[in-house]
């Protein structure tokens, strides 16, 4: 009696391990999926917003040059996207250089195939030191060659954006 007892106990605890373990694969699973709230009839990801709040690029500039950080809506040409997961992409500024775009708490993710095309973003923008670790993460993910990843070895400061929302337009 007492190995009876004894086996069915173990089948039940092994039993109720597998269905944990499976479980808790299937909520990784939810977690890794991006969050993409796009609504049904609109080119958003993220957040929503007014595009007639917008700035001109040359304004932000210069408000990020004598604020430590500036909440606006922009439009701007995509230079480069992420290509692991379109975590990132960089868009053109009036300059001559480029600034980096995440998106707030990793929440939604651009189509890799998004260069070229113009997006209007709402967010932070700021300038910040982006140390060389993640310098080379970037140029990792940009598909940059080993020996391009090699001759980055000083932190840069960097225009960056943290968008909530954007508006895809072509």
């Known amino acids: ?10 089948l039940t605890i092994a039993f109720n391990a597998c269905q944990q373990k499976e479980s808790s694969e299937q909520s990784e699973e939810v977690k890794e ?22 700035i001109q ?4 500039i210069s408000e990020m040059n004598s604020n430590d950080s500036v909440m606006a809506i922009v439009e701007a040409k995509v230079t480069e996207v992420c290509q692991a997961k379109g975590c990132w992409m ?14 707030k708490d990793y929440g939604f993710f651009m ?10 973003m709402s967010g932070v923008a700021k300038i910040e030191e ?3 670790e993640t310098l080379k993460h970037f140029a990792e993910d940009g598909g940059e060659s080993a020996e391009e990843i090699a001759k980055i070895t000083e932190p840069r400061m960097d225009y960056k954006f943290v968008a909530s929302g954007v508006m895809l337009m072509d």
């Open 90 to 103: 960089k868009v053109d500024l009036p300059n001559g250089e480029s600034m980096r775009v995440t998106f």
């Open 130 to 132: 982006t140390d060389v």
């Open 57 to 60: 690029l040359t304004s932000l």
């Open 33 to 54: 999926t991006p969050n993409v709230t796009a609504e049904a009839e609109s080119d958003f990801l993220g957040a929503s917003f007014d595009v007639e709040n917008e």
């Open 111 to 120: 189509p890799k195939d998004l260069s070229g095309k113009s997006v209007k």
């Open 1 to 10: 009696m007492k190995k009876i007892f004894l086996s069915i106990l173990v």
